[in-house]
């Protein structure tokens, strides 16, 4: 049952009708609609005889009017769906089981895995300090969860507990995550990167004595953050899809290429490991290092420098050709080169490099070159101008530099901007500044716009996929 409205126009006037009507379905199934009640021309009634009729049939039919509801003023919400997620994967993942195995026989007064369980939801909702999270609970609804259980002794003791169990603990966890998101893993990835710490000194300055057993972690080291403090290094190893499978802490003096080893072995030892492919960057490359992974059985990815090395050169060389002759045929078939790239491979002394070539990569880097060194070629002619002008007696504001001061000088402007390679700077035989382009340098630079350089032990996949892998 509903209110219909008809409209009808006679003349330049519209009339408008008022039914109420309701729907019905005949003997042969078909829904049709008739009037219960015709109301005439909707213009015959007043605002206030409208309203006596709803009175009249709510009076009728003993219709209470319905009283508004006084509003309830919200008095605060706490989080709760974010929460739910990530306690169910971690029941998904059966964590609290693997957690009661190493607690077995272990008499804690308070619940370990409730600490650790917060920790985690606070660490993927809100990272920051574990002082910071006993306010953060005032927010969120933890399902399960006796909040007087989480203080914040119990975390630091917490934590002391995985740390005891660190290297079992480890694969344990990240296997369930592996299993769930069947992650195969057959590429692992290996990077390091320092956290400072905010105190006085470092540890080898407040414990001097090597006969200590202690390890000393907050030392000086390379500072990737420049805060001149002390650091620790923190290692980490994922697959390929980010999944992390474990860390390492190290002290803050200790250099990429000296725990390379013992990081390597260590996974081949406490992982399920097939076939595994190592993917490094240049910081990395080492033939010692490389030794390694060939001691380990594991296949490697690493990029090679495109500069100053013999064996880079060759492979750059070698494939030069193949790669201008993919440009001609991209151009001569009127295809855009901004989303192009070629892959090319050549095997040298038995080793295997594979070439990347990106057009539009290429092209924003000879852009960006030559705009520098136009730069950098006016700013050269202006001190060279200077120092004429000042041996013909003009006067020049500022300081007067000799040759060799202005040699130095220049030297210095060019190696800030890494400009150093296109250049050749000297004195000549008067003893005059003289600068001439390093045309090699140039026709090399040229060369390698746009390029990846990969070496493989890998004998399996394509060009392309070593590259997507790097």
């Known amino acids: 049952m509903y209110l219909r409205t008809t409209t009808r126009k006679r003349g330049d006037k519209i009339y408008q009708s008022l039914h109420i009507v309701e729907s019905y379905r005949t003997k042969e199934g078909k829904v049709r609609q008739r009037i219960l009640v015709n109301f005439g021309s909707a213009s015959q009634y007043s605002s206030e005889q409208i309203q006596e009729i709803i009175a009249g049939l709510k009076i009728f039919f003993k219709l209470e009017e319905a009283k508004p509801q006084e509003s309830i003023p919200p008095t605060g919400s706490l989080d709760f769906g974010s929460i739910y997620t990530i306690f169910r994967l971690w029941e998904e993942m059966d964590w609290t089981q693997v957690f009661k195995k190493f607690l077995q026989g272990r008499q804690f007064e308070f619940d370990v895995i409730a600490n650790l369980k917060v920790m985690v939801a606070k660490r993927l909702l809100d990272p920051m300090a574990k002082l910071h999270l006993l306010d953060w609970l005032e927010g969120v609804h933890l399902p399960g969860i006796d909040r007087q259980q989480v203080d914040y002794n119990h975390l630091l003791r917490s934590l002391d507990f995985l740390i005891e169990h660190k290297a079992e603990l480890e694969p344990k966890l990240a296997w369930p995550i592996l299993t769930l998101f069947d992650a195969p893993l057959d590429l692992v990835f290996y990077d390091?990167?320092?956290?400072?710490?905010?105190?006085?000194?470092?540890?080898?300055?407040?414990?001097?004595?090597?006969?200590?057993?202690?390890?000393?972690?907050?030392?000086?080291?390379?500072?990737?953050?420049?805060?001149?403090?002390?650091?620790?290094?923190?290692?980490?190893?994922?697959?390929?899809?980010?999944?992390?499978?474990?860390?390492?802490?190290?002290?803050?003096?200790?250099?990429?290429?000296?725990?390379?080893?013992?990081?390597?072995?260590?996974?081949?030892?406490?992982?399920?490991?097939?076939?595994?492919?190592?993917?490094?960057?240049?910081?990395?490359?080492?033939?010692?290092?490389?030794?390694?992974?060939?001691?380990?059985?594991?296949?490697?990815?690493?990029?090679?420098?495109?500069?100053?090395?013999?064996?880079?050169?060759?492979?750059?060389?070698?494939?030069?050709?193949?790669?201008?002759?993919?440009?001609?045929?991209?151009?001569?078939?009127?295809?855009?080169?901004?989303?192009?790239?070629?892959?090319?491979?050549?095997?040298?002394?038995?080793?295997?490099?594979?070439?990347?070539?990106?057009?539009?990569?290429?092209?924003?880097?000879?852009?960006?070159?030559?705009?520098?060194?136009?730069?950098?070629?006016?700013?050269?002619?202006?001190?060279?101008?200077?120092?004429?002008?000042?041996?013909?007696?003009?006067?020049?504001?500022?300081?007067?530099?000799?040759?060799?001061?202005?040699?130095?000088?220049?030297?210095?402007?060019?190696?800030?901007?890494?400009?150093?390679?296109?250049?050749?700077?000297?004195?000549?035989?008067?003893?005059?500044?003289?600068?001439?382009?390093?045309?090699?340098?140039?026709?090399?630079?040229?060369?390698?716009?746009?390029?990846l350089l990969l070496e493989t032990t890998n004998k399996t996949l394509s060009p392309a996929e070593v590259v997507h892998q790097y």
């Not at 390929?240 to 013992?262: M, N, S, W, Y």
């Not at 296949?299 to 002759?325: E, F, G, K, M, W």
């Not at 050269?380 to 000088?409: C, D, F, S, W, Y």
């Not at 035989?429 to 600068?435: K, N, P, S, T």
Request: aromatic share 6%; with cysteine.
């Open 192 to 451: 390091l990167t320092s956290c400072y710490c905010e105190i006085e000194r470092a540890d080898k300055v407040r414990n001097p004595s090597s006969q200590s057993d202690k390890p000393t972690l907050q030392n000086y080291g390379y500072d990737r953050d420049h805060s001149g403090c002390p650091q620790v290094v923190l290692g980490l190893v994922m697959t390929k899809d980010g999944i992390p499978l474990c860390h390492q802490v190290f002290p803050g003096e200790t250099t990429d290429k000296a725990i390379f080893r013992k990081v390597i072995l260590d996974v081949k030892a406490r992982f399920p490991v097939q076939r595994c492919v190592v993917v490094s960057d240049r910081g990395l490359l080492s033939q010692d290092n490389l030794a390694v992974l060939g001691e380990a059985q594991l296949d490697y990815i690493v990029a090679r420098p495109l500069r100053h090395n013999l064996i880079s050169r060759q492979a750059i060389q070698a494939t030069a050709q193949d790669v201008q002759a993919q440009i001609k045929r991209w151009k001569s078939d009127g295809t855009p080169l901004e989303e192009q790239e070629c892959f090319r491979e050549v095997t040298l002394d038995g080793r295997r490099f594979v070439v990347a070539y990106k057009a539009e990569i290429a092209r924003q880097t000879k852009k960006t070159r030559q705009r520098k060194l136009a730069v950098a070629t006016e700013y050269i002619r202006g001190r060279l101008a200077r120092l004429q002008n000042q041996e013909t007696g003009l006067h020049m504001p500022g300081k007067t530099l000799t040759h060799p001061e202005t040699l130095v000088h220049l030297h210095d402007y060019l190696k800030k901007r890494q400009l150093s390679r296109y250049y050749q700077l000297r004195l000549d035989q008067q003893g005059r500044v003289a600068c001439d382009p390093d045309e090699e340098n140039r026709r090399w630079e040229l060369l390698i716009d746009g390029k």
